[in-house]
Structure formats: C-alpha cells, structure tokens
C-alpha cells in the first residue's frame, strides 16, 4: 500500500486537542493496540472470520485518531474483508500474509508516534519544512 505510515498534520491535531492528556492517551493507544493484534492474530489462528472484526475496527480507529494512516488502512482492509468472509461464509485464510504484517507495522507506527511525542527527543529542522529527528 502507498499510504505514508504517519500523517503527521493529523498527529499534531490530535496532540493539540488533546493537551496534556495526549501522552496518557498514547499509552491506551499502546494497550488496546497490543490486544487488538492479539486477538486477531488469535482469531485467524482460528479461522474465525467474526473474531477479526472488532479487533480491526478498533485497531483502524485509533491508529487514525494518532495519524497512523498505513496501519489504519491496512486495520480496515483486514476488516472489511473478514465481514466480506462473514457474509458470505468463508473462511479468512487468504488474508493471512496481511494480519501477519500487522504486527510489524503496529510496532513500527507506535515506535514513530512515541518518538515523536517524546519532549527529550532533540529536533533540528533540515530546511524542507520538517524536523530531523536523532
């Protein structure tokens, strides 16, 4: 997928809108986000179409309520098609190479927005309009 992993625009949104709960927030975003893998892992170790769809719903929200736009996209592709497998009775094996990525992309994302939300982090802008972060 081309989606860029974090839209940072929609990161600052949500930082300023949150203000001083955003950090508290991102940790219940680490929490549900680590259950949500989880059980949708454990779900299609099941083959149980059902049991991937509220994991990715949750997984799709949040991740977008932080910018997390890949892992957002990919959350909704593993849901809409396990409600597809729902609807029509099948079985989800075919999406196990996505809810395999799944994990890696949550840990990739979730490290990115940490980083970023991190006061410690020491930024020097690059002249591109964007910060370096080291």
């Known amino acids: 997928?081309?989606?860029?992993?974090?839209?940072?625009?929609?990161?600052?949104?949500?930082r300023a809108q949150l203000g001083a709960a955003f950090v508290r927030i991102l940790g219940y975003f680490r929490e549900d986000g680590t259950k949500s893998v989880a059980a949708i892992e454990d779900a299609m170790r099941a083959r149980d179409a059902r049991?991937?769809?509220?994991?990715?719903?949750?997984?799709?929200?949040?991740?977008?309520q932080f910018g997390g736009e890949k892992l957002g996209a990919v959350a909704e592709d593993i849901e809409?098609?396990?409600?597809?497998?729902?609807?029509?009775?099948?079985?989800p094996d075919e999406y196990l190479p996505r809810v395999v990525e799944l994990r890696k992309l949550f840990e990739e994302t979730l490290s990115a927005l940490e980083r970023e939300a991190n006061p410690l982090v020491q930024r020097r802008p690059t002249g591109f309009g964007r910060a370096v972060t080291y």
Request: with cysteine.
């Open 1 to 14: 997928m081309d989606e860029i992993l974090v839209d940072w625009e929609e990161f600052r949104a949500t």
């Open 51 to 64: 049991g991937l769809v509220m994991p990715a719903h949750t997984l799709k929200s949040e991740a977008r």
């Open 80 to 91: 809409m098609f396990a409600r597809h497998c729902v609807e029509s009775q099948i079985s």
